[in-house]
């Protein structure tokens, strides 16, 4: 088994739909749980960052963790065609360690 | 936010010859830097973790004297691939956490994309 589980999609929307992407994860020693996007040819964007379990929320994008159940999402509310890339989820045990990645989500959005 | 910036963001060398990556960390003083590969359509992999001031600490599988890191100073990183081969062409990407600034998200350059003929 992997330390982290996504499925890789592709997945293709309609325009303004909700996105629910989500990770899970084997390792319970993670605890800084972060999602990137990622544009071809680009080096991954910090979208979101959650410590521990809860929710956070920032604009259209919502991340949960639920630490209990190993598992991670991330919400997309009125998706647009321009977040049409690969969202990576990914985890650490502390601050300053390696990243650990799931395969990463293609998404499309189509307008 | 914090910015980490990566030179060259594209170079195309000959079979034999080293390539050297710059890694720097702009607004932030970064003990350590991270050094990611990712093949097409591939997620990325830990290649190794470089430590300002010492040896930097390779994965497993990734050959230390083929690809050469240099963490001189607390904003810069070097990667150089050495004696490359085309199987070596992929993305190469550095990321840096600021945990002393209480910054535990890491934060990734745009890349390095080496092609290798």
């Known amino acids: 088994q992997k330390e982290v589980e996504q499925d890789p999609g592709p997945l293709s929307v309609p325009e303004g739909a909700i996105v629910s992407l989500n990770c899970t994860y084997s390792?319970?020693?993670?605890?800084?749980f972060m999602w990137y996007r990622q544009y071809s040819r680009k080096g991954p964007e910090l979208l979101m960052y959650t410590y521990s379990s809860g929710n956070k929320e920032d604009g259209r994008f919502t991340a949960q963790v639920d630490k209990s159940s190993k598992y991670i999402s991330l919400f997309i509310r009125d998706s647009q065609p321009s977040d049409s890339a690969t969202y990576l989820c990914?985890?650490?045990?502390?601050?300053?360690?390696?990243?650990?990645f799931g395969k990463g989500t293609r998404l499309s959005v189509i307008a | 936010g914090a910015v980490v910036s990566q030179h060259p963001s594209w170079v195309i060398c000959k079979s034999g010859t080293s390539v050297k990556i710059e890694c720097r960390s702009l607004?932030?003083?970064?003990?350590?830097m991270f050094w990611y590969r990712q093949f097409p359509k591939q997620s990325l992999m830990l290649m190794a973790t470089?430590?300002?001031?010492?040896?930097?600490?390779?994965e497993q599988g990734v050959e230390k004297d083929k690809f050469l890191i240099n963490h001189a100073s607390l904003t810069l990183s070097t990667l150089t691939v050495t004696s490359a081969h085309p199987e070596d062409s992929s993305f190469y990407i550095c990321?840096?956490?600021?945990?002393?600034?209480?910054?535990?998200?890491?934060?990734f350059g745009p890349g390095t994309r080496l092609t290798v003929t």
């Open positions: 990914a985890m650490s045990h502390s601050g300053n360690t390696p990243l650990v």
């Open positions: 390792n319970s020693a993670f605890q800084y």
């Open positions: 990321s840096a956490g600021f945990p002393d600034r209480g910054k535990y998200e890491q934060y």
């Open positions: 607004d932030f003083q970064a003990t350590t």
């Open positions: 470089s430590n300002e001031g010492s040896k930097a600490t390779y």
